[in-house]
């Protein structure tokens, strides 16, 4: 049975991901965290109806388009490939459906890079604006110790971690700010498979050399 999620995005992201202002790798996050947590997805579902009502009054928005626009957009729909659409979407034990296409297939086509200590990562392709990584921390292993220059969030997809005041889950989210310093160690039963990211470089404590630090982009 799936555990309860018990650690949450905030109502500020969910209301920014609904009204279209993050990041793409923070819509990667929130678009991954809703598809396994009912509470969230109820949460951004409720602002998304806020966000209609708000265009259903907004003045002006019977603004009249080019004369043939209608026309030329059926020609459009009337022309194209549903086939495309209709790929079969495939299923990942660990990878929630948003990850899927990140990673170019399930978990076993993600491309690890060794960071050192048995740690390894998988940086996704999102805009630059901010970053997204998987990271895969052995079981009882300690994720590097760093601070923070901007926001950084971590959802577990596999196994647990722990930190100095909690215990996180798949599905389960932490936000972590730049006043934040920590040591998440991995839970002792099972690889710690996570989804992280972030809105500026990570500054690790000495642990990773300066040199590893830019080639990794961590
Ligand atoms: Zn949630």
């Known amino acids: ?22 990041p793409e790798a923070f819509n990667l996050m929130v678009a991954t965290h809703v598809s396994l947590c009912d509470e969230c997805r109820a949460v951004v579902e409720s602002y998304d109806a806020l966000g209609g009502e708000v265009l259903d009054q907004a003045p002006g928005n019977d603004i009249a388009l080019t004369p043939g626009s209608f026309a030329a ?24 459906q948003p990850l899927l296409d990140y990673v170019g297939g399930g978990f076993d086509n993600v491309k690890w890079r060794s960071v050192g200590m048995g740690v390894k990562q998988a940086i996704l392709p999102t805009s630059k604006d901010a970053s997204a990584r998987l ?25 647990a971690f722990q930190d100095e ?4 889950a798949r599905g389960d989210v932490e936000v972590a700010d ?33 040199i590893a630090q830019r080639f990794a982009r961590i």
């Open 1 to 22: 049975m799936e555990q309860k999620i018990t650690h949450h995005l905030t109502d500020d992201i969910l209301m920014a991901y609904a009204a279209g202002t993050l």
């Open 73 to 96: 957009t059926m020609a459009l729909i009337a022309g194209g490939t549903p086939d495309e659409i209709r790929t079969p979407r495939m299923r990942d034990a660990v990878l929630p």
């Open 135 to 159: 990271l895969y921390i052995p079981a009882g292993a300690a994720m590097p110790d760093h601070g923070h220059n901007g926001i950084e969030m971590t959802m577990v997809l596999q196994g």
């Open 165 to 168: 005041d909690d215990y996180f």
């Open 178 to 210: 730049s006043d934040m310093h920590h040591t998440p160690v991995a839970d002792i039963h099972e690889d710690c498979i996570c989804l992280a990211v972030t809105d500026a470089p990570l500054r690790f404590q000495g642990l990773l050399p300066k």
